[in-house]
């Protein structure tokens, strides 16, 4: 069946019409979107300067993933989704990772949003195709936000909850009107959409698993599927925005195969004897220790640390607040002096992290010292409702000397657990009402924590308390989380220099209460819905700056987590076949500019696994 066009099934007169009543793209209409201040790039530029625009196409690139998939479908709640598909999927911008937050057009040519950024058109590359020749048109993009939306993963639903509806307002137009008149980002957000083809999805149902790549208009095509094992992506030859400027000096790579493993440690060893060509390296031991092997002493295998002005997010021991064990902050805080980062890091990091204190670390974004004139004022009509500590303190997480014996920090503990109500019996910490055991389990997906975790274990087991540890296959981990199905877990909230609408996710109560919402916490608290509302709808950067600052206080304040740690820099190893540009992003790795040298894939040979 052909694609069905709803702008050329119209008859001369009523096109007339319908474009007369669009609003008129004029001088307001502009090649790019920045959240605050002005745009890096101007219309005329020909590539982002951490791309070179001369860089070589070609060359196979073999890359690991540890467990498995079942689905090409990476939209919705359902299956578990093959790494790498985002590789199929334009969208109607991209973003430019050496500015805070700064899109411009992909799919889209033209943006056009009025000073209060109340709604957003944009008009569509009469170039811009699907892998299969058709045209991208206003009908695919007002269907890709509405599937979407109604049928997506429930993140979309969330993260286009202010968005109110979408038309086609010209041939190639579409505008989107937003029902909260305050928020700036959301432009930028419905740029961020990925485009699927509406005629492709005619009579197929969305929400299921399957093994069918599905239609995209990106750079890369599916060419080899083997479920649960690889999958492999081939560089569409006819790419039709191969020449943008956006674009331009990226996606060099002829061919990427995504091998996957059992574990994170078979992986390594994969990568050592030369089954695939490049890793990023995640724990900090086998950074320092793992990779003794001929091919680094000899060169073939390069490793470099690559500095980075990412915010580095929070990862942490994450309390499921859901648990009636955990609803009290007391008991929260209490279980923070039972993690000894200090002597974690000194014995099983080699001194390689740094501790992890705000939820937007490694930014201006973070909560520092007390709180700033700018962030009282935010903070102030939240008083009384709020810990006392927010306006008083600065949140500093538990410290200790590194030699292992924390019962100075343990006393603290079994302060605070006494304060909530619980209290040791034979040795055992129960509730004093009630009589239960204090009992959770740590649910973890990644061998590698076990070691990290079963330190704090003794320690809990010093205050009384049972905590046991289950390691479990990706698929029924991720069940678990989409089902708040868990205790503890090891979570990671990752941030960006602009944070909008995600928080809503990450911290909003409807997030809380949607199956496969990434509020794993079940934070439900008005005070931090207010806040994130607040921060959302920040007119320019200094209140954005002030408004997550006290947000962040607030989040720390509530000891939803036990912070873990972070590195400013990127830890990659990789065989010597590559080439990059001198200058690299300021806020992403940029592996997607990165290219096959030819020299140096014939000097190195075939690897041994290959």
């Not at 219309?43 to 890359?63: E, I, M």
């Not at 709640?77 to 973003?95: E, H, I, M, N, W």
């Not at 992403?588 to 696994?609: E, R």
Request: aromatic share 12%; with cysteine.
């Amino acid at each position: 069946m052909g694609r069905f066009n709803p702008i050329a099934a119209l008859g001369a007169g009523i096109l007339a019409l319908l474009t007369a009543a669009a609003p008129a793209i004029g001088d307001t209409a502009s090649h790019g979107l920045a959240m605050h201040g002005d745009l890096k790039y101007g219309p005329g530029f020909t590539h982002f300067d951490y791309a070179r625009p001369d860089a070589p196409k070609g060359g196979d690139v073999r890359l690991a993933a540890v467990g498995t998939y079942d689905t090409l479908n990476p939209f919705t709640l359902k299956g578990v989704p093959a790494s790498g598909l985002g590789r199929l999927f334009d969208t109607l911008t991209a973003k430019s990772d050496d500015e805070a937050f700064s899109e411009y057009g992909l799919l889209a040519e033209s943006i056009e949003t009025p000073a209060d950024r109340s709604w957003v058109i944009f008009t569509l590359r009469p170039e811009a195709r699907f892998s299969d020749g058709s045209p991208v048109t206003p009908a695919d993009v007002t269907f890709s936000f509405e599937t979407l939306k109604t049928q997506g993963h429930p993140f979309y639903r969330a993260y286009y909850a202010s968005v109110a509806k979408a038309e086609q307002v010209g041939e190639r137009a579409v505008k989107f009107t937003f029902s909260d008149k305050d928020n700036r980002e959301l432009p930028l957000i419905i740029g961020q959409l990925p485009i699927l083809s509406k005629a492709y999805w005619q009579g197929k149902d969305f929400t299921k698993t399957t093994l069918e790549a599905p239609l995209g208009s990106g750079p890369y095509r599916v060419a080899a599927v083997d479920p649960g094992r690889s999958i492999t992506y081939a560089r569409n030859p006819d790419y039709w925005g191969r020449d943008l400027p956006v674009n331009r000096g990226q996606n060099n790579f002829d061919r990427i195969r995504v091998d996957y493993y059992r574990d994170a440690t078979v992986a390594l060893e994969a990568f050592k004897a030369g089954e695939y060509d490049f890793r990023q390296e995640l724990t900090a031991k086998d950074w320092a220790t793992g990779y003794d092997a001929p091919a680094v002493r000899d060169g073939r295998i390069k490793k470099e640390e690559i500095p980075n002005n990412n915010p580095t997010g929070m990862q942490a021991f994450v309390f499921n607040t859901r648990r009636d064990f955990f609803n009290d902050p007391r008991v929260r805080e209490a279980l923070n002096y039972a993690f000894d980062f200090e002597w974690t890091n000194k014995n099983l990091f080699n001194g390689a992290y740094t501790r992890t204190r705000s939820y937007y670390s490694n930014s201006e974004l973070a909560a520092q010292g007390l709180p700033t004139p700018g962030e009282l004022k935010v903070l102030e009509p939240f008083r009384g409702k709020v810990p006392e500590q927010v306006f008083t303190q600065a949140y500093e997480p538990p410290v200790t000397d590194g030699s292992g014996n924390i019962r100075g920090n343990l006393r603290k503990a079994m302060t605070l657990l006494k304060a909530a109500g619980w209290e040791v019996r034979g040795n055992k910490l129960v509730n004093r009402k009630t009589g239960a055991p204090f009992e959770f389990e740590i649910l973890l997906v990644q061998p590698a924590f076990e070691r990290v975790v079963l330190p704090m274990v003794r320690n809990l087991e010093r205050l009384g308390i049972h905590a046991s540890v289950r390691t479990v296959d990706t698929t029924q981990y991720q069940n678990r989380l989409n089902d708040f199905d868990f205790d503890m877990i090891v979570d990671s909230f990752g941030e960006s220099l602009s944070p909008g609408n995600e928080q809503r996710d990450f911290w909003g109560c409807e997030s809380a209460k949607t199956p496969g919402g990434r509020n794993t916490i079940g934070i439900c608290d008005p005070v931090v819905e207010k806040l994130v509302d607040e921060v959302i709808n920040a007119p320019d950067r200094q209140a954005l700056i002030d408004r997550t600052r006290a947000l962040d206080r607030v989040l720390q304040w509530g000891f939803y987590v036990i912070p873990n740690w972070h590195t400013r820099v990127y830890r990659v190893a990789y065989w010597n076949k590559f080439s990059r540009p001198a200058t690299p992003p300021k806020y992403d790795l940029g592996f997607n500019t990165w290219w096959v040298d030819a020299k140096k894939a014939a000097a190195l040979g075939a690897p041994q696994g290959q």
